[in-house]
């Protein structure tokens, strides 16, 4: 069965490092997200991307934020300069076209635990 | 009021007990209703999908919407230890991407 497959499953980084979270979102799908869940809270929405371009994007996801789609498989989260408050569980999904009833079947990965020390 | 309200537990059921999860929420705009069992430390796994109201029958899941009183539910008939998880609902508006989970009910089902 296809499924989003997210590298590394754990990043440990220092205060005001850049990290890349890496994701291989499911082959035929095209809306592809970012959410994050801080230990012991909800799941949150950063941002979607349709397009090669931000669809969506929260409050959360500022400008130390960024996200790539570098070639036909991978989908990134950057983030510039870690913050402690950046620690908890980042999580890829991709869904199918938005013209399709699949588009809201949002599909997982297992997560990258981002450390901030 | 926060726009989705779950009852965190955890709750506790013994084998092939009858298990009833729900969540309200304040955002009439909401059309898409999902629920996601959550592993620890694992990605949600999308279990019932529900565009506006009504249920949704899925094997031992069955999903229900009631959207005149901002409610759904989902209910897992013979329940079975691998059930044991972190049950989440989702839900998000027609004009956008963005999914609103609620907390997640933490669920045990002993032998």
């Known amino acids: 069965e296809p499924e989003v497959t997210q590298t590394p499953s754990h990043q440990v980084t220092q205060m005001g490092q850049e990290v890349i979270l890496r994701c291989v979102p499911i082959?035929?799908?095209?809306?592809f997200y970012w959410y994050r869940q801080i230990l012991g809270q909800k799941v949150e929405f950063l941002v979607s991307f349709y397009n090669n371009e931000i669809s969506e994007k929260s409050e959360i996801f500022d400008d130390q934020f960024s996200v790539e789609r570098p070639d036909g498989s991978n989908f990134t989260l950057k983030i510039r300069s870690t913050k402690l408050e950046d620690s908890a569980m980042y999580f890829c999904a991709s869904s199918g076209d938005r013209g399709s009833t699949t588009n809201e079947k949002l599909f997982f990965g297992s997560g990258t635990q981002l450390s901030v020390l | 009021q926060k726009e989705v309200e779950q009852d965190p537990g955890p709750l506790s059921v013994p084998e092939g007990a009858i298990v009833s999860l729900n969540c309200t929420y304040s955002n009439s705009a909401f059309q898409y209703f999902m629920w996601y069992r959550q592993y620890s430390r694992k990605g949600p796994e999308l279990l019932m999908y529900t565009y506006s109201s009504g249920n949704k029958e899925d094997g031992r899941f069955t999903a229900q919407v009631d959207k005149s009183s901002k409610y759904i539910s989902l209910f897992i008939r013979d329940s079975q230890p691998s059930d044991s998880a972190t049950y989440l609902c989702?839900?998000?508006?027609?004009?956008?991407?963005?999914?609103?989970f609620g907390t997640g009910t933490r669920l045990q089902v002993f032998p």
């Open positions: 082959s035929n799908h095209l809306y």
């Open positions: 989702a839900m998000r508006a027609w004009n956008t991407d963005k999914l609103i």
